[in-house]
Nanobody
Framework: QVQLVESGGGLVQAGGSLRLSCAAS????????MAWFRQAPGKEREFVAG????????YYADSVKGRFTVSRDNAKNTVYLQMNSLKPEDTAVYYCAADRLAKRVGVPSLLRSSYTYWGQGTQVTVSS
């Protein structure tokens, strides 16, 4: 069974930064793409950023491009989301997710259905 545990959320002022971490266990972490999604109150869960299994391909939602950076450390079985220049509209619960398909070819999928395992989420609140 795969377990994903997020950490690093919190309260920050607009313009500030946070770094989220997601520690994975239970299968060969380095063979699977990983992604971050977020869900604001009353809204659908949306794709934020993804990174390929090898780490050489990343993809971002337009709303975070240039402000957020996704990375991974396969030796530590951890994926990160560095969030800079945070805005109040970034307020949400952030979830990490693991791809259902090993060594997926191409850019990370934007689809929720592509991800089998999910963390419990970490709250990010950006005050204006």
């Amino acid at each position: 069974q795969v377990q994903l545990v997020e950490s690093g959320g919190g309260l920050v002022q607009a313009g500030g930064s946070l770094r989220l971490s997601c520690a994975a266990s239970g299968r060969t972490f380095s063979s699977y793409a990983m992604a971050w999604f977020r869900q604001a109150p009353g809204k659908e869960r949306e794709f934020v950023a993804g990174i390929s299994w090898s780490g050489d391909s990343t993809y971002y939602a337009d709303s975070v491009k240039g402000r957020f950076t996704v990375s991974r450390d396969n030796a530590k079985n951890t994926v990160y989301l560095q969030m800079n220049s945070l805005k109040p509209e970034d307020t949400a619960v952030y979830y990490c997710a693991a791809d259902r398909l090993a060594k997926r070819v191409g850019v990370p999928s934007l689809l929720r259905s592509s991800y089998t395992y999910w963390g419990q989420g970490t709250q990010v609140t950006v005050s204006s």
